[in-house]
């Protein structure tokens, strides 16, 4: 089975793009969504945030769940525990990509593909076959972001300075979607990769 990571910066289209991606066939992992249920009513992150940060853990329906604002609010007043936090739930969602990924090739999938925004900047492209980046221009993505409710430019811009540049991850790509032209030239890229893979590992 060829392992794909997804990756893109903030705004660049990535959800849009694994989306495509599970239309084709292809089993999808989202990074973000196994940390939402590991944080969730009684995930297996809970207990651990609880000893690390208690005042960002409160009871949902009757069960132990982290309270993300708490938890980010908590971070930006004591930047230590983002070292602690990562000790605890990298593991976890790696163990849960595992799991993911031991599933689809038990079901017989030729690719599995794994969404994770912070791929080059934990080292985990490492783990893959192969990475397509998710890019679009700058003024594109700027656009998309600041249109999101809440979002600033100031926030943007710390958002940008912690992850690896759009230039970076396109030179270190096995491939490129461009999603500045349109949904359906993106489709077109993401068929075109998966035709490549196939051709590959036939």
């Not at 990756?7 to 973000?32: L, N, Q, R, Y």
């Not at 009684?42 to 005042?55: D, K, L, M, R, T």
């Not at 069960?63 to 525990?81: F, G, I, Q």
């Not at 076959?129 to 100031?154: C, F, I, K, N, Y």
Request: net charge negative; glycine share 8%; hydrophobic share 45%.
């Amino acid at each position: 089975m060829f392992k794909l990571a997804l990756t893109g910066s903030i705004g660049m289209g990535k959800s849009t793009t694994a989306a495509m991606f599970a239309e084709e066939g292809v089993p999808v992992w989202d990074a973000d969504a196994a940390v939402a249920r590991l944080y969730g009513p009684g995930g297996a992150a809970v207990p651990a945030v609880a000893e690390i940060a208690p005042n960002a853990v409160r009871p949902v329906d009757g069960t132990l769940a982290v309270d993300r604002a708490a938890l980010r609010a908590a971070v930006t007043e004591d930047p230590s525990l983002v070292k602690l936090l990562e000790k605890v739930v990298h593991p976890l969602v790696g163990e849960d990509r595992a799991d993911f990924l031991a599933q689809a090739e038990a079901n017989g999938a030729p690719i599995a593909l794994c969404d994770i925004p912070i791929l080059y900047e934990t080292g985990g492209d490492k783990a893959f076959d192969g990475v397509a980046v998710v890019s679009a221009p700058a003024d594109v993505q700027r656009e998309r972001v600041l249109a999101r409710p809440g979002m600033t430019a100031e926030t943007l811009d710390m958002i940008l300075s912690r992850q690896t540049p759009d230039a970076e991850k396109r030179g270190r790509a096995d491939w490129v979607i461009d999603t500045g032209q349109g949904l359906e030239a993106a489709r077109d890229q993401v068929r075109a990769v998966l035709d490549e893979i196939r051709e590959r590992t036939a």
